[in-house]
Nanobody, 121 residues
Framework: VQLQASGGGLVQAGGSLTLSCTASGRAFTNYAMGWFRQAPGKEREYVAAISWSGVSTYYADSVKGRFTISRDNAKNTVYLQMNSLKPEDTAVYYC???????????????WGQGTQVTVSS
């Protein structure tokens, strides 16, 4: 499956941004999806995951209550709504796909290219 992430940009602290990741190539509903981020000088970290049906969602503690992951299977797209953004959220954000949420959280089978999110103070 091919993944295309978009929606990054520059936003002030406290602002909001929505990222999108569109899949192509294989049945989107075969995959759990996740979002990850990598800040300069740091390792890539898990942010959020969603089951193939969208019923189950999971979040890293650092974003819980501020970020919302969702998916539209009719559009082959997964979203990450980011609210109350902080400068420490600045990173390149990546989407990933895997056979299950446990797989996608630990080591996605497929990666999209990153999209830069910059939060100014």
């Amino acid at each position: 499956v091919q993944l295309q992430a978009s929606g990054g940009g520059l936003v002030q602290a406290g602002g909001s941004l929505t990222l999108s990741c569109t899949a192509s190539g294989r049945a989107f509903t075969n995959y759990a999806m996740g979002w990850f981020r990598q800040a300069p000088g740091k390792e890539r970290e898990y942010v959020a995951a969603i089951s193939w049906s969208g019923v189950s969602t999971y979040y890293a503690d650092s974003v819980k209550g501020r970020f919302t992951i969702s998916r539209d299977n009719a559009k082959n797209t997964v979203y990450l709504q980011m609210n109350s953004l902080k400068p420490e959220d600045t990173a390149v954000y990546y989407c990933g796909a895997g056979a299950s949420t446990s797989v996608v959280v630990s080591h996605p089978d497929y990666w999209g290219q990153g999209t830069q999110v910059t939060v100014s103070s």
